[in-house]
Each structure stands twice: as C-alpha cells, then as structure tokens.
C-alpha cells in the first residue's frame, strides 16, 4: 500500500503561484511513478504533469508547459508541484497519484493510479 497526502493549496491571484507537496509513505519510493492531475466540478480528472520513477523523465499537458514544474525527493519521499503565473482555469482540486513501474497503461489516464491522495484546492482569482 501507498498512502499520499497532499498539502499547499490555497486561494491566489492571478499570475501568483503556489507550491504543492505530496508526502508519500509506504512501500518504496523509487518503485513508482507519480503524477499530478486536476479536477472541477462535473469533470472527470485530468492529466496535469507526471515523474518516472526511473530517470526522473517529466511530462506536461500543453496548458502547463513552461509554467508547472514537477519535482520528486527520493530521500524524503516527497512529490512538489510548483506552480507559477497560475491562471483562474488553472482552479480545480488537485489530486496526487502513484502507479508501479510494473502497471500497465499511460501515465496520462487516471485509470492507470491505484494510489491517490484525497486532493488539495487550488483557487486563482481574476
């Protein structure tokens, strides 16, 4: 079992930022790829920006690229997002999520996690 905690949300305007931190614990840290996705009302959850577990090799949904930064600390088994010049469509629930490097699926489909955390708000005001 993985049990992912997340913390850092909050209400911020406009081309603020923000930093949000998933504490992981469990079974082995490196085993596992982790990823960030997002949710609003009424939505499924989308794909945000995800870390291997091997090399560390990243990946951005197009509206985040050059703005998001995903970050893993392999010996304090933390998972950071960093957040900048944040725009209100960036507002949704952000959610943790951890998948074995011997699953299958897409690190993109949230079907692929079997771990999430219980998500953390994030608001951008205009």
């Known amino acids: 079992q993985v049990q992912l905690v997340e913390s850092g949300g909050g209400l911020v305007q406009a081309g603020g930022s923000l930093r949000l931190s998933c504490a992981v614990s469990g079974r082995t840290f490196n085993a596992y790829t982790f990823a960030w996705f997002r949710q609003t009302p009424g939505n499924q959850r989308q794909f945000a920006t995800s870390i291997s577990e091997f090399n560390g090799n990243t990946q951005y949904v197009d ?3 050059g703005r998001f930064s995903i970050s893993r600390d392999n010996a304090k088994n933390t998972v ?5 010049n ?7 629930v952000y959610y943790c999520a951890a998948r074995s490097k011997y699953s ?23």
């Open 63 to 65: 509206s985040v690229k």
């Open 80 to 84: 950071d997002l960093q957040m900048n």
């Open 86 to 92: 944040l725009k209100p469509e960036d507002t949704a």
């Open 104 to 126: 299958r699926g897409s690190d993109y489909d949230a079907g692929s996690y079997a771990y999430w955390g219980q998500g953390t708000q994030v608001t951008v005001s205009s």
